[in-house]
Structures are given as C-alpha cells and as structure tokens.
C-alpha cells in the first residue's frame, strides 16, 4: 500500500549503516533468523529488538524498512526476529505467546546484549503480536532489557484481545484471527535464506500445525490459559520503561489507560491517538499521523543511553480528543486536539450521570443487529469504520440526552442497566452514539457484557429466568467532543453480529428498567497541560515493493447480501492485508483471503463464519512456486459449537500436504 507524501523519507543521518542476516543460537540448539541493521560505528551501541512470527524476509519486509534501518541511522543496531517455526527460523510453531516463545524471546534478549557492537542494554519494541509479547518478556525481566514501546497490545488476553470481549465469544476476530494464523502458519521457508533444506523443515512444521482456534474455544472463560502472558496479572513484574501507545479506532487502547494507571509514575508514559491498528508514523487513516520514531528515539535515549532530554517530564498520558464528525467509513484525518494528563486516573476527568427515563422496554434486537459495526481491527482501509448508525439504532433500545453545553469526553463510560431476563442465557451490547442535528449518528464507543460473566470473566453463571438484577459494565475508552445542540444516544440491544457470536435463547432479549439504569461519562473539565505536539512523521527509504493491480481489487471490502424470504443475512469481508506484491529480490507474493459472516435474523443458531485464505510464493529465478489454501469454518447448535478446518499445500502442481480437521467444542460459557 503506498505511503502518503505527509511521510518525510529520510535518506541522510547521523549514522551510515550496515545489514546483516544472521542466525541466533538458542539453549535447546534452535536458532532464529534475524535481519541486523548496525550503525558503522567503533563504539558499542544499545540494541532494539522486534520479534514476530509475520515473516521478516516477506510480509513485514516493507514496514520494517520504514523504522530499522531509520533507528540505525540513529545509533542503534535495529534487529528483526522471527518467531521459533516461522519464516526462516528453525524449530516447530506454537500457540501464539506461549512459553516457548516468551523463553526465547528472554534468550534473543541476553544474546543481543553479549554482541561485541552492543553496550548491553536492549529495548524492545513493536506493534500488535511484538507489542504483546514485549510486555511479556519485560514481565521475565531479563536484566538486559531497560525499555519497552508497545504498540496497540494487550495487558489482559481474555477481556481486550481478538478472542472474548465482556466475557463474550468474538465471531468477528477469535475465527478470523485464527484462521489467518492457520494459512500463515503453514507458509514455508524460502529458500533463498535456508537453502535446500527448505523442504524438509516445511514438512515438519505442517506435521505439527493445530488451528488455534481448538484452543481458544476450549477456555471460554478467564482461566490459567489467558492468565499466562496477561501482564495485568501482576505489573510489579515490569522493570522495563514502558512508553505504551494506542489508537481510539484500535480495539486495544484500553490497555494504554491500564499501564499508565498501574505502572510507577517514572517507568510508563502513555499516548493515545485518533490511529487504527497502525504504527502511528504510517499516514493511515485516520489520522493525523506524528513523528512516532523521532519520539520513540527521545524514549530510547533517556532509557538506553541515559540521555536528559525532558521525556519523563512529559504528561504520564497524552490523549487525542476527536472533535464531533459526522459518519463515515474512513477519515483521512480527524479534527480534534491533544492533551496531557499528569496520571490516569486522571485530575482533570470526572464522572457525569445521566438516568435513562421511560418506563420498561422490551430489547429484542434481530440477530443482524451489529452488521454496520464496522471491522473489529480497523487497518486505514477505505471501509474499515462504523457508518451511520441509524439503522443499528432502530433495532436497539434508545435514550436521547440533550447537549446544551460541549460535553469533552475522555476515558471508558460505564453503564448501569437493570434488567429481567426470561431465560438462562444473553448478551447486552451498550453503544454511544453523537447524534446530529441532522439526524446522523456516529458511533462514539461500545461495550458488551456477557450475561453469564456477570459475576466475573472467570465463571459463567445463568441468569436465573425471570428474575430482575442490575449489571454494570465499561464501554471502550474514548477521547470525543460532543457539542452544543447535538445529543448522546445510548443505544442498548440484545445482539451483535458479527462482532459477538450469539446465545442460545438469546432471541428473547430482555426487559430493561429505566428506572435505576444509567449511563455515566468521564468528562474531562480542565485545559491541556503544556504544549502538546509532535513532529511531522518521516521514515527510512522504502523497500521498493511494487504492487501489481489485480482483479481482487475491484472486490468490495464489505459486501452485505440480503436474502429476504429466508431472512438471512451474509457479510462478505476482504481484509486486505498486503495483496499481490514483488518485492527487489524477486519474490512474487499472492495472497488472498475472503471472511464470510452468515446469519438469519430470528435464529441465534443459525451463526456461521467461513474464511478462506490461498497464498503463492514464487521465486521464478529458483524455480520455486508454493501454494497454500486453508478453508475455515464454524457452526453451532444449542450444545457444541462445531469447527471445520483444512489445508492444503502445493509444491507447483503436486500436492506434498493435506488435511482436514473436525471437532465438537461444548458451549460452557459462549
């Protein structure tokens, strides 16, 4: 995808550099590659590590041209690791931050310390999968490492990552997520950097591919299994300096709010932007983007050259409050400010009530009701975001509140919500709306709460029927103006499709009471603390990937089919990852996916997600051309949620690996 030209490309610094592609020795006699950038230098230097399973010879090669060779440029070696059994490292794949993983990633920390260019400190840093597990390895607290950036991850694997959300099985990402990593996964080594061996380690990995989502569907409450890897278990555990970043349209910032919370004032800062799951120096909407590396350097030479530069005296949490924008898919950029706070929770930010007023409503959403939620990781693509969400209003209980004086919104609401429900099961999904004068309605933030984890992630209770309880829970964290003449809508419905997988029985809803329900915002009432502001975003040379136009482009990325006598309901989604590209070595890469969202709007249990996935490495000069097709699907009944998987793998023609996997999952809490 190209860049947009807001982004400086720098071709000058303060250092030449020098690459290098070498191979990491584990204990257990595994090595790992990795991609060195250094700065040709004679004194020794701290080390940035960025560790991934996502291919670094491939499919991140064009990002991590964009900051490590920048970082080295500036006096650091920059390095690139993939992950044990991806890409070109040796050994088997496993669970996604599993201990393995985590262990490894310690040993790359200490083995990058011993180098005879490093001064033995290292930070870590990256965005999403690099982002969690640099809070796990800095939760081992390998000595060497003395600063973390974390990039739009997670303190909490259960409730605020793509798998439950309030308790409540994620359709929309827990199959899609899964399913990605089922074709990722089985992508082979290339040959180009681990020879002729290729085959044979391509052919044991495929023997000890197990789709992720067996796993995930396994622990459907908070158990020991999410706990592992969950920084919010214990953040006495952190030693590193952590610099924590997320974005208002990435469904991981709470996280932020979390670290700065809970991590010692001189140890964390944190940043929230208007930014999707992006590196916020990319200029993908929306923006707008900031100078992320120049203060990602600011952050690594306090922390690992000891460098007074003021960082630490910034505000401990610097937020962007968007002002009010009517709906629509993709902003370029959103208008708004920054603004800084000395802590969170925050001095300046104060709880506002507002009482829901009417008498009883019966909530009995369609099942449909959540198709014009937009993408749960919204990438900077065109139809990523929330349109107008009068449609998705109709089909939820609605309370207006008058706005006679600009409400400035920062932080997670919170709903109060009384409720009688005639049956065992449900779901409660509460959004927050900026409705125009106009009419239009613009999703501001959301929040879901599994009836059954009303007790606590870690159990599922049924709602005793026909009995009446109050539940309380947070929406997502939001930095938004509501202006004068405007009104907040709270709109509450009893399903949520795609995003959360529905209950059996859930088609009753529920009876909500006014009467004692509230929702309740956090304002925040004073003014900015200093200045805040960033430079304008700039990036090392790109790496020259060309990106052939192809007939998969003219695919809508969000098609909604309508079958109206069946009363069904299919979204057809293309995520766009990457697409068709050549990269300078001569690697042509092809890859395509397609995630199908189908349900009947008066049947919970008629749910099904489908993803299909085919992607083609070849090398034309080795002769070399490899295909993998997965194909990934899920159904229900009252009992057993029931998953089907299969892959296929093709050296040119020839079939070298195929199977299928079926399995009955009992529904203990989803």
């Known amino acids: 995808m190209p860049e947009t030209p807001a982004v400086i490309i720098r071709t000058s610094f303060p250092y030449e550099t020098v690459r290098q592609d070498v191979r990491v020795p584990l204990p257990d006699g595994t090595t790992l590659f990795a991609r060195v950038w250094r700065p040709v230098t004679e004194e020794r230097v701290p080390a940035l590590l960025e560790y991934l399973p996502y291919r670094l010879s491939d499919w991140t090669a064009p990002r991590d041209w964009q900051r490590h060779p920048w970082y080295a440029g500036h006096g650091y070696a920059s390095v690139r690791v993939d992950v044990r059994g991806h890409g070109n490292s040796e050994g ?100 180009r950097y681990v020879g002729d061996g290729w085959r044979v380690m391509w052919q044991k990995r495929l023997e000890a591919v197990d789709p992720f989502i067996h796993t995930w569907l396994g622990h459907q409450t908070r158990d020991a299994y999410w706990k592992h890897g969950s920084v919010c278990e214990d953040y006495s555990a952190v030693r590193a300096a952590v610099l924590a970043v997320g974005g208002w349209h990435d469904p991981y910032r709470d996280t932020v709010l979390r670290l700065v919370e809970h991590l010692p004032d001189q140890q964390v800062r944190g940043i929230i932007g208007p930014w999707s799951h992006q590196y916020p120096d990319r200029g993908l909407p929306p923006g707008p983007a900031i100078g992320f590396l120049q203060e990602t350097l600011r952050w690594w030479d306090h922390h690992l050259k000891g460098i007074d530069n003021g960082v630490m005296a910034e505000p401990k949490l610097r937020s962007w409050i968007s002002d009010s924008h009517p709906p629509a898919t993709v902003y370029a950029e959103l208008p708004g400010r920054w603004v800084g706070d000395p802590s969170w929770p925050s001095p300046n930010v104060a709880p506002l009530a507002y009482a829901l007023q009417g008498p009883p409503v019966l909530v009995r959403s369609p099942q449909q009701t959540g198709l014009d939620a937009g993408r749960f990781f919204p990438f900077g693509n065109d139809g990523d975001l929330p349109p107008d969400q009068r449609d998705e209003d109709a089909k939820s209980a609605c309370f207006e509140f008058e706005v006679p004086s600009e409400v400035r919104v920062l932080g997670r609401p919170r709903v109060t919500l009384r409720i009688t429900s005639e049956v065992p099961r449900g779901q409660v999904i509460a959004r927050v709306c900026d409705v125009a004068p106009d009419g239009s309605s613009t999703l501001v933030t959301r929040g879901v709460l599994n009836l059954s984890a009303r007790e606590g992630r870690d159990k599922a209770v049924d709602w005793p029927p026909g009995t009446t309880d109050e539940v309380s829970f947070e929406l997502n964290g939001i930095g938004h103006t509501f202006p004068a003449g405007h009104r907040i809508r709270l709109a509450v419905s009893s399903a949520y499709w795609p995003w959360i997988w529905p209950q059996p029985g859930s088609e009753a809803g529920f009876t909500l009471d006014p009467a004692g329900s509230a929702l309740e915002l956090p304002v925040r009432m004073g003014g900015s603390v200093g200045g805040i502001g960033f430079e304008g975003p700039e990036q090392s040379e790109p790496l020259g990937v060309v990106y052939p136009a192809t007939l998969d482009e003219q695919r809508p990325e969000r098609l909604l089919v309508r079958d109206v006598a069946k009363g069904e309901w299919r979204l057809d989604v293309d995520p766009r990852y990457g697409g068709t590209r050549v990269y300078p070595d001569g690697l042509e890469f092809t890859e395509d996916a397609v995630e199908t969202y189908v349900i009947q709007e008066a049947d919970a249990l008629s749910a099904r997600t489908r993803s299909d996935w085919t992607i083609r490495l070849h090398r034309p000069e080795l002769g070399w051309d490899v295909s993998i097709r997965t194909r990934s699907e899920i159904t229900c009944d009252a009992r057993d949620f029931i998953t089907s998987n299969e892959v296929v793998c093709r050296e040119g023609s020839e079939v070298v690996f195929h199977r299928t996997w079926e399995q009955r999952i009992p529904r203990t809490a989803g």
């Open 92 to 191: 088997m794949p496993g669970d996604e931050y599993d201990s393995t993983e985590l262990a490894d990633g310690v040993a790359v920390v200490n083995w990058l310390a011993a180098q005879p260019w490093c001064n033995g400190r290292v930070g870590m840093f990256g965005i999403s999968w690099g982002g969690f597990n640099s809070l796990q390895i800095a939760a081992l607290a390998p000595e060497p490492l003395k600063a973390v950036v974390t990039v739009c991850s997670t303190d909490d694997r259960y409730d605020n990552d793509v798998h439950y959300m309030g308790g409540s099985l994620l359709a929309v990402d827990m199959h899609a997520w899964a399913a990605t990593m089922l074709a990722f996964v089985c992508r082979p080594p290339d040959p």
